[in-house]
């Protein structure tokens, strides 16, 4: 069923934009979960290696003028706010001047295509957080559905890996091996994504599907699924294999270039530029394998005609567009709402999380 909403929020990570923005930045991202001084100190390097900036930030608001330059012509012109989880503006601030404005009722974009606790459950906890500290007079929120499986995000990455693979040397782009990457998480937590009843992994899945779906649309009949950023105890399992180790045995298969797509991430960010562009690149280059990274979809155009179609179908009803088979979840993925205890959260060791 449609239901009427007064603006559009774009809610993301968060990204430090300078460098005296990296340290607190990411003591917000680590609050509560006891990481030691010298591990942030650590992480802080490779955003201080990029002059102390994370792309995301200028990415989120150039989705947010892609969309505003969209907007009047499909029939709903609502403003659109942008809020972050750990970094300004954060979503506290941003619902309060939403309700300051008048706003009584709220769509919400998440910049995670995906279930699973953190790229879907931990933003119901950051809408839950926000009411809370705006009080009364706080908008009603609800956030739309999983995109994953979009035709629009999947025929931008599909182009992305295209354009990638022309920029490989003459004679080895048509041996390219064809690699997806996402955000590890640890085995324990991917179990427990997904609805109580769902059966668990709901997040591999769907990353696993999304890789399918983006290899089929570019005539690759095989490719690997394979993960990146994970971060604790080395006794802690997360899903592997790692991209760096994973690019290691490409050569003895046979293998001297790679085509990597990181199908688990819209936009650029830390994660993407330093585990990929910087420590994958180099390693690639070590074991004499040409390297090419395809591009993320938020710059794309099509990813801002992706959430004017997402906010059509919750305000006028419309049929979600979806390529896949694998679940999916929200406002209005065939009425399908999250469960009660879907992608419940648990003990997960210090690191990095994923936008």
């Known amino acids: 069923m449609a239901r009427a909403a007064d603006a559009l929020l774009l809610l993301s990570f968060g990204g430090p934009e300078g460098p005296e923005d990296v340290l607190p930045f990411l ?10 001084p010298d591990r942030l100190t650590e992480v802080a390097e ?21 969309v505003e330059a969209r907007r009047a012509r499909t029939g709903f012109d609502l403003p659109v ?3 972050n989880r750990n970094w300004h503006p954060m979503v506290e ?45 706080a908008p009603e929120l609800m956030k739309l559905r999983h995109y994953f499986d979009h035709p629009l995000l999947i025929a931008a990455f599909a182009d992305a890996i295209h354009a990638a693979r022309e920029t490989l040397p003459a004679g080895r782009a048509e041996n390219a091996r064809l690699v997806f990457t996402a955000h590890s998480v640890p085995i324990a937590a991917d179990n427990a994504a997904g609805p109580p009843a769902g059966g668990g992994n709901l997040y591999s899945r769907q990353v696993a ?21 994970r971060s604790g105890p080395p006794q802690v399992p997360w899903l592997e294999p790692d991209i760096v180790d994973h690019l290691e045995a490409l050569p003895d298969k046979g293998f001297d270039a790679v085509i990597v797509c990181p199908v688990g991430f819209v936009s650029d960010h830390l994660e993407v530029i330093w585990d990929l562009d910087n420590e994958a690149a180099t390693k690639a280059a070590e074991l004499g394998i040409a390297f090419a990274r395809a591009a993320t979809p938020g710059t794309d155009d099509r990813f801002a005609e992706l959430i004017v179609e997402l906010v059509a179908e919750h305000l006028r009803a419309t049929p979600p567009r979806r390529l896949g088979e694998v679940p999916g979840y929200g406002c209005t993925v065939d009425g399908a709402l999250c469960a009660v205890g879907c992608c419940e959260p648990v003990r997960r060791p210090s690191g990095r999380r994923q936008d």
């Open 46 to 66: 490779h955003y201080l290696h990029f002059g102390g900036v994370s792309p995301i930030n200028a990415c989120n608001r150039a989705i947010i003028t892609a």
């Open 81 to 83: 706010y942008f809020g």
């Open 27 to 36: 003591e917000n991202v680590t609050r509560g979960r006891g990481v030691p």
């Open 209 to 229: 599907e999304a890789a399918r779906l983006c290899a089929t649309a570019t005539g690759f009949g095989d490719y690997d699924v394979v993960w990146q950023s």
């Open 93 to 137: 601030d941003t619902l309060a001047q939403m309700a300051a404005d008048g706003v009584r009722s709220a769509l919400v974009f998440p910049t995670s295509a995906w279930g699973g606790y953190s790229g879907c459950r931990q933003y119901d906890e950051d809408i839950t957080r926000a009411r809370a500290a705006v009080g009364p007079e």
